[in-house]
């Protein structure tokens, strides 16, 4: 159980473009889905928390007008990188806390999106 | 001071070796401690959640908290070379999101 599904896996595609990604979890249902960044050999990065129905949470030094977080249902959030360019380029995991939105419930993630911005 | 501390490695181990697995943190605020493992291009994949001081056991794994130390481990018994990966640390308080240590690249030579 617990499972996170993340969509698509890799992207390429040239600065300028906007590029979106979809988290899913496909059993069971996430009031709260959170959206990371992994540059290499560095620790995963909190960048916002997306409540269903609600505004998202971002980090300090997210910008929230370049990625757009949507979270429509209760097993779907996605994340869009507008305008994406060369330093956008990372490794972005989305996760999903089972239950209803404790703190103490542990997070579950996606395999992860390589962005990859030319 | 960074706020979640784990050393990087490589650590390389036989196999059949007794692995342990270490973070530090500085916040007092952390209650709920996690272990994560990664594999390369893949995310992390939960093996052990914690929230009081003490030992906690599944399998191989064993996960020991020290919250007056603020310093917490994995232990992996009998390891083997499928249990090569990223081992990340990773811990909740007050905020909602997770605050993960760099993790340490285990190395098990078979």
């Known amino acids: 159980g617990a499972v996170v599904s993340q969509h698509p896996s890799r992207v390429i595609c040239k600065s300028g473009t906007s590029v979106k990604i979809e988290c899913r979890s496909l059993?069971?249902?996430?009031?709260?889905m959170f959206w990371y960044r992994q540059f290499p050999k560095q620790s995963l990065m909190l960048m916002a928390t997306?409540?269903?129905?609600?505004?998202?949470?971002?980090e300090q030094g997210v910008e929230k007008d370049k990625f757009l977080i949507n979270h429509a249902s209760l097993t779907l959030s996605t994340l869009t990188v507008t305008s994406a360019h060369p330093e956008d380029s990372s490794f972005y995991i989305c996760?999903?806390?089972?239950?209803?939105?404790?703190?103490?419930?542990?997070?579950?993630f996606g395999d992860g999106t390589r962005l990859s911005i030319l | 001071q960074k706020e979640v501390e784990q050393d990087p490695g490589p650590l390389s181990v036989p196999e059949g070796a007794i692995v342990s697995l270490n973070c530090t943190y500085s916040?007092?605020?952390?209650?709920?401690f996690m272990w994560y493992r990664q594999y390369s291009r893949k995310g992390p994949e939960l093996l052990m959640y914690?929230?009081?001081?003490g030992n906690k056991e599944d399998g191989r794994f064993t996960a020991q908290v020290d919250k007056s130390s603020k310093y917490i481990s994995l232990f992996i018994r009998d390891s083997q070379p499928s249990d090569s990966a990223t081992y990340l640390c990773?811990?909740?308080?007050?905020?909602?999101?997770?605050?993960f240590g760099k993790g340490t690249h285990l190395i098990i030579q078979p």
């Open positions: 990773a811990m909740v308080g007050g905020a909602d999101g997770l605050t």
């Open positions: 996760s999903a806390r089972v239950g209803t939105g404790l703190r103490n419930q542990p997070q579950h």
């Open positions: 914690t929230y009081s001081s």
């Open positions: 059993d069971f249902q996430a009031t709260t």
């Open positions: 997306s409540n269903e129905g609600s505004k998202a949470t971002y």
């Open positions: 916040n007092s605020a952390f209650q709920y």
